[in-house]
């Protein structure tokens, strides 16, 4: 149960990271800042996986026939748990993807 909310949360800051890089990617006021806002709503969604989460990677990526379209962000978990380390021999690190498109020039609000 441990492993499966560290994976939901982990999930869920990647995905609010990646839709915000492709706003903020997709808006000509804040295109250069894609990497810090995808970083900022990345960790305000961590709070069981705060202590062990590493650096988000956030790259800007092709989508379908697009070129750098799409901001993708990924991001690790490690941690040991006292029962499943002394059942496996060793921690877990839970990964995490996500990508999201955008069409430069496009007012979302």
């Known amino acids: ?5 560290w994976k939901r949360e ?9 839709l915000a890089g492709a706003w903020a990617r997709s808006n000509s006021s804040s295109q250069g800042e894609y990497i810090v806002r995808a970083n ?3 960790y305000a969604n961590l709070a069981l996986t705060a202590d ?6 956030v790259q800007l990526q ?3 026939n697009g070129s750098n379209n799409s901001v993708s962000v990924s991001a690790t978990f490690s941690k040991t748990l006292p029962f499943s380390s002394f059942l496996t021999g060793s921690g877990v690190t839970i ?8 069409q430069s020039g496009m007012n979302y609000s």
């Open 1 to 5: 149960a441990q492993w499966f909310a």
């Open 10 to 18: 982990l999930q869920h800051a990647t995905d609010q990271a990646a």
């Open 95 to 102: 990964q995490a993807y996500s990508q999201a498109a955008f």
């Open 62 to 64: 092709s989508y379908q």
């Open 52 to 57: 062990g989460v590493s650096q988000p990677t």
């Open 40 to 42: 900022q709503d990345f």
